[in-house]
C-alpha cells in the first residue's frame, strides 16, 4: 500500500481514529480494514466511517453479528492506547480487563417492549428477574463471580410506580439469590420502554489459586462439546404461552421461559477444573456455537441424538422439540469444550447434568461452522439456528 493510500484512508477517517494516527501507522491491518469500509461506502455524508449509525443499520443488509464484527474492528483501533488493559474484549460474554486492583469483567444488555418482551402480558416482576439474569449468564459463561449493577431506564409517559416496584422486586430477587447488587443507573424518557442493565463481576481462580476466565476462542481440536443442562424449554413456554395452553406440562416450559437460571455455580467449576473455553445458551445453541467455532478458528460437530431436550418439550411439540433444543435460544445453560480427562473429573462432580453433545473436528466440518448429524450420520438442517437481533 502507498502512503500516499494510507493518508488518503486517514483523512477519511473519523476524529476518535485520527486521534490515535500514530499507532494506526503502525497497524496495516487496520489500515486495510478502514480502505475496505470507505471503499463500500459505508460512509457519512462528511465522508468518515459510519460506525454504529442508526440509518447506517436500518439501511443495510446485515446481521447483528456482522455488525459487532464490524464495529469490533474500530474498536481494536480506537483501544491501541490502552491495549494492555484490556484482556478479553469485543466478541466474548464479556470484557475483561485490567485494573490496579486486579481483573474485572464488564457486560451488558438491553431489552425493549414489543421486541424482547411484552409488557401488556408479562409480569413486571418476571421481566426484572430475566433482566437480572441474562447478564448474570454472561458472568457465569466466564466463570466469573457478579459484583456490581447499573441500570438505564427508558420510560415512556403513563407508567406507574407499581411496575417499576415490581420490575425491581424481581431484579433484586435475582440478585439476592445467585449474586450481585444494584448500585445506581439512570431514567430518560422515551417513547418506548426499554431497560439496559450493565454488570461487573471478578474471574474465580483455579485449583492452583490461579485467576483465570472462560473464553469462546480456546476450542481445540478434539476437544468435546458438552452442555450443562436441556435445551428448548425457554423457547418452548414462549410458544405455549402465546398459544394459551393450560396443559400442566406447558406451564412448566413457561416457567422455564420466565425464570431462567443462571449457571454461576458450575462456571467457576468449569475454572477450576481447567476447562478454557464455554459461552452461554442465550441466542440458540447452534447459532452459539458458530459464535464459539468463528472465534476458534474450528469446525463443530453435534449428535442430533445427544442433545439434551426437556420431557416436557417434548411432551408439548413431539417431532418440534428438537428444533426448539437446537435453535429457540435463552435457556442460559452454558456450552463448552474440553478434554475428556477433564470432562471425566467434572462428569464425576456434577453427574448426569453433564451432557457431551459433540466434538471439535478437523476435516469433516468447515472452519468456523457447525454441521448437526442424524443418528444414520445424514447432516440435519434446523429449522432455525438461534436469534439475531438485528433481523427484523
Sequence with gaps: MYDSEIEWIIDAAPPTLTAIVPEIRGHPNIIIQMKDSLLSGDRH?????????????????????????????FGVAENLKNAESVLTGIGDDA????????????????????VHFRSADERWYDIGWKCAVSNLSDIAAMGGIPDHALVTLGVPKGVSAETFSDFYSGMNEAFAQFGGRVVGGDVVSSPTMFINLALTGHPSQTRDGVTAWLRRDAARTGDLVCVTGPLGGSAGGLEVLLSGDTNPSGQVLVDRHFHPTPRL???????????????????????????????????????????PVPTELIFMFGTRAIDLALGGGEDYELVFTTTEAIHK?????????????????????????????????????????GWDHLDG
Design 265 to 307: 455455580e458450575i462456571g467457576k467449576l468449569l475454572v477450576e477444573s481447567g476447562v478454557l473455553c464455554a459461552m452461554d445458551v442465550s441466542d440458540g445453541l447452534i447459532g452459539d456455537l458458530e459464535k464459539l467455532a468463528r472465534a476458534s478458528n474450528v469446525g463443530i460437530a453435534v449428535e442430533m441424538a445427544d442433545v
Design 45 to 73: 455524508d462528511d465522508g468518515n466511517i459510519a460506525g454504529s449509525d442508526a440509518a447506517y443499520i436500518a439501511n443495510r443488509d446485515m446481521s447483528e453479528f456482522e455488525l459487532i464484527d464490524r464495529l469490533a474492528a
Design 345 to 385: 473429573t467434572l462428569s464425576s462432580a456434577l453427574g448426569p447434568d453433564i451432557k457431551v453433545i459433540g466434538r471439535v473436528t478437523e476435516g469433516n466440518v468447515p472452519t468456523g461452522e457447525v454441521k448437526v448429524f442424524d443418528a444414520t450420520g445424514a447432516v440435519y438442517e434446523p429449522v432455525h439456528k
Design 95 to 114: 470484557a475483561v480487563v485490567s485494573t490496579p486492583s486486579g481483573e474485572l469483567l464488564l457486560t451488558t444488555d438491553a431489552i425493549v417492549d414489543g
